[in-house]
């Protein structure tokens, strides 16, 4: 498919999406990812498709912090529907493998459902637990080693308009504010978005259980610890104090404790584990 919707459609890469939820890039070796993206006609549910391909003799845990997005991924014979996840995401990769995903905008896969998205929220189950489709024909064409990026986009973008998403503008006005406190560090509160979208609190945070999945509060403070992790990542010398004022934390101790939860140790000592090139875990 063209990105209007016609044949010959190619991909194209998708850059700066992703890595930062990357849990220790500085030892994230064995495998590829990429970013590709969605045909204009799928751009109002999804943001881009992925593939991961991985190659390595040895056993290799990769965590990542996760997002407040759907992912729908082909892997093991069957499609999965990974709800939005509160913790860690972990896998082991070994020997040779691919995954295929697709990676919903906020608010996305809203269009595909006939109820809230919250109803999935903090699950992993399969496309025929979740949308009543048989997926176990798409799957493993999904994951087939020989077909090339251009194929697998093409053959996900095709069966994904088949299922035939609701053209819900609330979609946008959504996603549009979930991008909004992703890419501006200033927005610390909820009720900084509430303001935005010209809607009381309470509101907002019926519209971001429906179409998201989880509260606007917890969306907003995911993507200041994705900041923080994107700051450890970069590895220079880090006011940790300072961060955690600018992001909205109350203070170092609070930005401590979330970036804990979620990665396994203080950021400080994350950066020294990147620094060493992840030889410390």
Do not use: C
């Amino acid at each position: 498919m063209s990105e209007d919707g016609n044949e010959g459609f190619t991909t194209r890469p998708v850059l700066g999406r992703g890595p930062r939820a990357i849990i220790g890039p500085a030892a994230a070796m064995p495998f590829r990812v990429s970013r590709l993206r969605a045909p204009a006609d799928l751009a109002r549910w999804v943001d881009y498709f992925w593939i991961v391909r991985w190659s390595t003799v040895d056993i290799h845990e990769q965590q990542v912090i996760p997002q407040p997005v759907v992912h729908v991924a082909a892997e093991d014979g069957r499609l999965w529907v990974h709800g939005v996840g509160e913790s860690r995401f972990s896998r082991t990769l070994t020997g040779d493998g691919q995954v295929f995903g697709i990676a919903f905008r906020a608010g996305g896969f809203r269009g595909f459902l006939d109820g809230p998205v919250s109803a999935w929220t903090r699950s992993v189950r399969t496309v025929a637990d979740v949308l009543g489709v048989d997926d176990r024909e798409i799957a493993p064409r999904l994951i087939d080693p020989a077909a090339g990026d251009d194929e697998l986009v093409t053959l996900a973008a095709r069966w994904l308009a088949e299922r035939g998403p609701v053209d819900d503008p609330v979609i946008d006005e959504v996603a549009a504010l979930a991008e909004a406190a992703e890419h501006d560090s200033s927005i610390t509160r909820a009720e900084q978005l509430a303001a935005q979208a010209g809607v009381s609190l309470r509101t907002l945070q019926r519209q971001f259980g429906e179409y998201v999945g989880i509260g606007p509060k917890w969306v907003i403070q995911r993507f200041r610890i994705l900041d923080v992790a994107a700051i450890a990542n970069a590895g220079g010398d880090v006011d940790w104090a300072d961060t955690a004022v600018r992001l909205g934390f109350s203070d170092q101790s609070h930005l401590t404790r979330a970036f804990s939860r979620i990665v396994g140790r203080p950021p400080a000592t994350y950066v020294r584990t990147e620094r060493t090139g992840g030889s410390e875990r």
